[in-house]
């Protein structure tokens, strides 16, 4: 029996996904058919974002809810595309760009960053990315506020048989091209980072074909 529409659409669907990302606007445009901007709206307060890249995150902020935005971000080579966006949308005052890791905990505590002191963490697409996600996630919690709440749009390991073989094959060839990783357990890297209030409420979309499949919601670190 040939291929059904719905599962041909999520298998090609990556492959879209990477010409999206290499026309200029087409992953913005692609997020904003997804829950990715009422994810980021749901960030209030003093806010870590993680690994922001070019700021695609930058003019969805609610500016009534943030407070600050630290956008703690390796790689350099993003610092004039986000302060061209921050220009544009008038967030200049209200976002500082921190070229470093979030494991970088001298560089953050330099900014005021420390144990317990972000209202809200933001993650779009980044732990599929770095090189230990484990660790990103144990700091992710620790700089968390109790009650603090990390918010996530990420991909991980299918929980569909035939797709972590597909997953499995394609991942040398994704990971060195695309430069991140389809075989991540990043649920499993998420809840083992610490104790939160609502493990249940994860949401993960019924997407057993597709090579990148969603995990996605707003977990809130459990109070003392």
């Not at 059904?4 to 026309?23: F, N, V």
């Not at 709206?41 to 609610?62: S, W």
């Not at 749009?153 to 695309?178: D, K, Y």
């Not at 609502?198 to 707003?218: K, Y």
Request: charge should be neutral; charged fraction near 25%; proline fraction near 8%.
């Amino acid at each position: 029996m040939p291929p059904q529409p719905g599962r041909l659409a999520s298998i090609l669907r990556p492959w879209g996904l990477i010409w999206l990302s290499i026309c200029p606007g087409g992953f913005v445009a692609y997020e904003d058919t997804t829950i990715v901007p009422s994810l980021v709206q749901a960030a209030r307060g003093i806010v870590l974002e993680l690994g922001p890249g070019p700021g695609n995150q930058i003019h969805r902020y609610d500016t009534s809810l943030v407070k600050r935005v630290y956008g703690v971000e390796p790689n350099p080579y993003f610092k004039d595309d986000i302060d061209a966006k921050l220009d544009k949308h008038g967030l200049r005052d209200r976002y500082k760009l921190i070229i470093c890791g979030v494991e970088d905990s001298d560089v953050l505590r330099q900014e005021g960053i420390t144990e317990g002191s972000l209202d809200a963490v933001l993650c779009i697409q980044v732990l599929c990315a770095v090189k230990d996600p484990k660790n990103v996630m144990k700091e992710v919690w620790r700089l968390l506020k109790p009650g603090g709440k990390f918010i996530f749009w990420e991909h991980g390991w299918s929980r569909n048989r035939l797709t972590t073989v597909a997953q499995a094959c394609s991942n040398p060839a994704w990971s060195t091209f695309v430069g991140c990783h389809l075989t991540r357990n990043v649920l499993a890297d998420i809840l083992n980072s610490g104790e939160w209030e609502n493990p249940h409420e994860i949401e993960e979309p019924d997407e057993p074909f597709s090579l990148l499949p969603r995990i996605q919601g707003v977990l809130v670190k459990k109070k003392a």
